[in-house]
């Protein structure tokens, strides 16, 4: 009987019909050596479990219209490669921006204000935290770093579309409290 990768790696027109307990076996093949190829990528055992495992989820959902060029098994590692640099480019932006929002909190508790002042500041500071992760990114990179569209939209690997509907976003956000 030929192997999961003998049995895909030419035809992956078939791939779409693949039943279930051949992409298991695909799965038990795959899985711990993706996933100690992806930990040596991130460092971080939790990532990339999840990493892979995302990997193996999107090939599973997407089978019917995926159109592979190359055997499973590069497929496979390339996906996993671009999610681990898709994490660490993450974590990047993590460790940029939010020691500057950090500090933007510090310095809007150590000014004086009124007391109706420090109420909507924060509110202002629960608002923004309550915002999704991307969306608080994007506003403290354009508010408080003042970069533009163009720059953050690059910068985030977006299109300055999603930039505008995440700044949108977290406007809306501030005026409905």
């Not at 076996?25 to 993706?34: A, D, R």
């Not at 996933?35 to 090939?59: H, P, T, W």
């Not at 939010?98 to 310095?107: G, Q, S, V």
């Not at 506003?139 to 509907?165: H, P, Q, R, W």
Request: one cysteine or more; aromatic letters at 12%; charged letters at 30%.
């Amino acid at each position: 009987m030929p192997s999961t990768e003998e049995t895909y790696s030419n035809d992956f027109q078939s791939f779409s019909k693949i039943d279930p307990l051949i992409f298991e076996k695909l799965f038990k093949n795959y899985y711990t050596p993706l996933r100690n190829y992806c930990q040596g990528i991130v460092m971080n055992k939790q990532a990339s479990e999840d990493i892979v495992q995302d990997a193996f989820v999107y090939l599973w959902n997407n089978r019917k219209t995926l159109d592979i060029k190359t055997t499973i098994q590069t497929y496979l590692y390339s996906t996993v490669r671009h999610g681990a640099l898709h994490y660490l480019k993450k974590q990047m932006l993590e460790r940029t921006h939010l020691p500057r929002l950090a500090e933007f909190i510090i310095y809007l508790q150590e000014s004086e204000y009124s007391e109706e002042e420090l109420i909507k500041l924060e509110e202002a500071k629960k608002i923004l935290q309550e915002l999704p992760e991307q969306c608080r990114i994007v506003f403290v990179m354009n508010c408080m770093d003042g970069k533009k569209y163009k720059d953050i939209a690059e910068e985030l690997n977006i299109s300055v579309n999603t930039v505008k509907t995440h700044l949108s976003k977290a406007y809306r956000k501030f005026r409905e409290n």
